[in-house]
């Protein structure tokens, strides 16, 4: 078996894990909002929350890394180095190590999201760097770049930028400026979601391509148009983070006016809604193909809020409440995980498990999962509008009396969530097992979109 | 001249640098002030980031949502009421049992967050063109 042909699986594989490890800190961390005590003395929610939050993190940073990957070796066979990506997977190995321990030992230290001891930043830091060096290595010599690799190309390198501006803070010159330390932090937020949405969208992009068999859209100047939109909002939307924090008038005003430029992307989903049921009708039984619509429609919910929370009279309300928490795992659930289970479908399949057609647990699950991340979604954003309404009010309650009556969503909160945990464990456990069962047989790969053709009749 | 996807690609990624250095010069031009130490409050932003107090807590609304807003603890209440809460911990939060050296510095990390402003929304006023200014 060829060795780079597998790389890209490997990295799938070891996302996937990742998630339902993570997934499962998520839960035991969502029931401390219910029972204080829930295990207070022992891990606690210090430690849990980025235990979740990291782990599923690297879901999709591991998992953007073996979608491109994979994609590489479909669209230029062989060019990948086995050496390089292998050296890159070993880093990443010692990386969630260090980091798991870190945090099982509470030994902090980094920012919020990252956590863990600063060291363990740099075997990621090096592992990226390989990553991007495999990738250059790959298209240099291709002639003209469809526009999904300008999206990985642009995702690789603004991650390498923005994940080593996150650690600016160990120079005091940086920390002892509170008000630009706290900018910097939210504009690393902002350009490291924006950075693996790129690699992510480009993936589905080329997953689409392949599956409607129209290589031109790839090339086409809207798909240009709507790239540039994205990288640009990429580099300057950040500012939407921090309308409340007393840093330049510039900034929050840069950030407000590029966010509004979203409105274009909304708008092209409503005028282009027709076609989207047409491609809808026409690959729905192809079961890949659900999760990439799936993440359309959270493209959308999810679109629509962040364009209302980046008005700034209106952000007073949602800022620092749960609603922002809906968004961000309305958007890593809903859009990101979407479009990775959609590439591991795709890309994890051989000819001894295709995927085409879903069985009637593969589809149950689905729709359970899509109902859960509603409920989930629904649940944490009624919690912020309240949240939001009392840090509004002229009277307000104490913090922990309004949590107390947040109760009843935050028991929502965690049913659905549980209800994510089953879903992705069975989709995960499906995917995993059959990989496993495959790779054990080793029976000889084929390209990946052979059997496709019988979707798109 | 024709724009190619390079050349724009060139053009945006200059402005962002530009816009970023912006932002890293920032500290430079600061003016001392004698509220806080701001030395002392970059080593408490470090025991902020030991003790993962981020994963509970907020600055203007930036972190965890278990715990309130503490970007103004330090003029709300008294040291002696912060000690006491840290260390002996309350409903979902574990006691704390930090040295005197590094709760001196966290001490000094909430003075220089309560002096950069205020994060109480009710103070904001809607601006006509939807951007909000603290009053």
Redesign the interface.
């Known amino acids: 078996m060829n060795g780079t042909s597998q790389i890209g699986k490997l990295f799938l594989t070891l996302a996937l894990t990742l998630l339902l490890v993570g997934l499962t800190f998520g839960v035991l961390a969502s029931f401390?909002?219910i029972n204080?005590?829930?295990l207070?003395?022992t891990l606690?929610?210090?430690?849990l929350?980025?235990l979740h939050v990291s782990l599923v993190t690297f879901w999709i940073i591991i998992g953007a890394n073996g979608g491109v990957m994979s994609a590489l070796q479909i669209l230029y066979p062989n060019k990948l180095s086995n050496k390089l990506a292998t050296t890159q997977l070993l880093l990443w190995l010692i990386a969630i190590v260090g980091v798991m321990s870190s945090y099982f030992h509470?030994d902090?230290?980094?920012?919020?999201y990252w956590?863990f001891n600063p060291i363990w930043a740099l075997p990621i830091a090096l592992a990226w760097v390989l990553y991007l060096v495999n990738f250059f290595r790959v298209i240099k010599t291709a002639e003209k770049?469809p526009v999904y690799v300008?999206m990985w190309m642009?995702g690789g390198l603004f991650f390498m930028f923005t994940f080593l501006?996150n650690y600016?803070?160990v120079f005091?010159?940086?920390?002892?400026?509170?008000?630009?330390?706290?900018?910097?932090?939210?504009?690393v937020n902002g350009s490291l979601v924006g950075s693996w949405n790129q690699l992510l969208y480009g993936t589905a992009f080329f997953i689409m391509d392949k599956i409607s068999g129209d290589n031109k859209v790839g090339y086409s100047k809207l798909a240009?148009g709507m790239y540039?939109l994205g990288?640009?909002n990429l580099?300057?939307n950040w500012g939407h983070?921090?309308?409340?924090?007393?840093t330049?008038s510039y900034?929050?005003?840069?950030g407000?006016g590029v966010s509004m430029t979203e409105w274009i992307f909304f708008a092209r989903i409503l005028f282009s809604w027709k076609q989207s049921v047409s491609d809808i009708k026409k690959h729905y039984h192809y079961f890949p193909y659900r999760f990439i619509m799936a993440s359309d429609f959270w493209v959308f919910a999810n679109m629509g809020q962040a364009i209302i929370m980046s008005?700034?009279?209106l952000?007073?309300y949602t800022?620092?409440?749960?609603v922002t928490?809906a968004h961000a795992m309305g958007t890593t659930i809903g859009i990101n995980t979407m479009i990775l289970l959609a590439a591991c479908f795709v890309f994890l399949k051989s000819d001894c498990i295709t995927y085409n057609k879903p069985t009637r647990l593969l589809n149950t699950t689905f729709w359970l999962m899509q109902g859960g991340l509603l409920l989930f979604w629904l649940a944490l954003n009624i919690a912020g509008i309240k949240k939001g309404i009392w840090?509004?009010?002229?009277h307000q309650i104490e913090?922990?009396q309004l949590?107390k009556q947040l109760i009843p969503y935050f028991t929502l909160f965690s049913i659905a969530g549980i209800i994510l945990l089953i879903t992705l464990f069975i989709t995960g456990g499906v995917l995993l097992y059959h990989f496993i069962r495959c790779t054990n047989q080793s029976i000889k790969n084929q390209p990946v979109f052979t059997a496709q053709k019988s979707t798109t009749i | 001249m024709r724009i190619t996807p390079t050349y724009l690609f060139v053009l945006l990624c200059f402005g962002f640098l530009v816009y970023s250095f912006t932002i890293y010069i920032k500290p430079s031009q600061q003016i001392k002030t004698q509220q806080f130490d701001a030395s002392i409050a970059a080593e408490g932003k470090l025991i902020w980031q030991k003790y993962n107090c981020q994963s509970c807590h907020q600055l203007y609304g930036l972190g965890g949502y278990l715990g309130p807003d503490l970007t103004n603890v330090y003029s709300r209440k008294n040291e002696t009421i912060i000690k006491g809460i840290i260390g002996s911990g309350v409903r979902s939060m574990p006691a704390f049992q930090i040295p005197d050296d590094e709760f001196t510095k966290l001490l000094e990390f909430l003075k220089q967050a309560d002096a950069s402003g205020n994060a109480d929304y009710r103070n904001y006023n809607v601006l006509p063109n939807g951007m909000i200014e603290m009053q």
């Open positions: 401390v909002y204080p005590n829930f207070k003395d606690g929610f210090v430690a929350r980025p509470k902090f230290g980094g920012r919020e956590e770049w300008w642009s501006e600016l803070w005091p010159y940086f920390r002892e400026h509170f008000v630009t330390d706290m900018t910097i932090q939210w504009k240009f540039f990288l640009f580099m300057f983070h921090i309308y409340t924090l007393p330049e900034i929050r005003y840069i407000y008005i700034p009279a952000n007073l800022h620092g409440t749960h928490v840090q509004n009010s002229a913090y922990h949590m």
